[in-house]
């Protein structure tokens, strides 16, 4: 069997973005955030006492106040997010809603004549999902019994939730579910939701990830793997990608939405456009729970696969966010993939080096500062890379954010499992 | 004195999002949208504070404000 032929290119129309992460709430001062290059990580005050006790976490998220308590006191911290993310997402896109009458209705009342709401999606990735409301209200069963268990506890745990309650909060009616795949699950959401578009199911998809697992459980497992840098003494240098002396990543939380739309329906509305999704590819390493393929092979064949899918030269390519954990081993492999297949020229950024591994939700919140780059022409610093590891052969962006004209980037994802996904962004 | 009446609303606004301006004797726990799922975590909250045990069924989104002030009336609640 030989490989079917590329299809036609499709680029998906990215005219909104949403933000919630470690770097701040909103676009805005996310992207000031990270083109500082300054470490978002800190001790937490929920880990005290663990081997771990810092993160990278939303600074100053007050539900309440974002959503009201009437709708906050139900929703796990991580759907919080999503909805707060999805909400900044659609007013950028200027499908905020505010007529009372006619059209289509979220429980919110708001009300968008600019979209056909069957044919709208939710396409979000997390991997863990309500993890916070599980552990609290296990600590209930067990210290004060079962009649003490809220009532919520599945609606706050379940994973597709997250993606369920952004749909009823704005009134999006078309296809609606989570994508799982790890540390990828913000990316396979992003390239999932273009497909939805490309086939002609939606005419809008938000598409994005959402995680709030920084707790004592989730954290101590990942510390227990090993997977995490022990750098106590100096959380604000514990993450950084690509540097020789990294040891493993940090812990964060975020959620970001993106606002995809086929390019004919924000032409039609008149809608800004600030780049496209026009990329797509995935694999799976097929070789270890947790440790990936130490050559590389399934992760090079995801980023020639979105290339290909784009339709573009790897020449093109002038930017990559990298998944560039902080942990040794993926950012040695990550390194040598890019290389492999980029060559020299383009400038890689990590920016969890700024806000941390937000695990499912990773792969979004670095979409949309793709995104932002591309568009603004900026590929910002990787925090704390002072001493480049000298095995990773590739233009690692350190200290400060770079000009320069970017009309294609990269942005990859690699999960736990061996599940790997690639986007490419292209500029309008 | 702080009627039963006045604590119920008070737990509704500070714990449930409720706007004091909605909570009327009429209004129904379903007009406050509190449907049967958040309507076991209102027990919960009653029993924490008023210290009497509801049943999981007790209250139900057809209740009034009035009414549900009867039903932790009848469940030993006097103030």
Redesign the interface.
Known sequence: MTAPAARPGFAAAVTGLGLVSPAGIGVAENWARICSGVSTAARDPALAGLSVDFSCRVPGFDA?ALL???????LDRVAQFAVVAAREALADAGLAGTDPEGGARGDTGEVRPEWDDARVGVVLGSGIGGAGTWEEQHRRLLDQGP??V???LI?MLAVNMIAGYVAMDCGARGPNFVTSTACASGTTAIGVARELLRSGACDIVLAGGAEACVIPSIVTGFSQMGALSRRADDPAGASRPFDAGRDGFVAAEAAAVLVLERPEHAAARGARVRAYVSGYGASADAHHATAPDPGGRSVERAMRAALLDAGITPEAVAHVNAHGTSTPLNDDIEGKVIHRVLGDAPAVTSTKGVTGHALGAAGAIEAAYTVLAVENSIAPPTANLDSQDPDIPVDVVAKEARNLRIPAAVSNSFGFGGQNAVLVVTAT | MTTVYERLSDLLVTKFGVSATEIEPDATFEELELDSLALVEVAMAVQEEFGVDIGDSELTPKHTMTSAVEVLTANGVSV
Do not use: E, I, K, N
């Open positions: 309440d009201g308590r009437r709708r906050a006191w139900r009649r003490q809220s009532a919520l609606p």
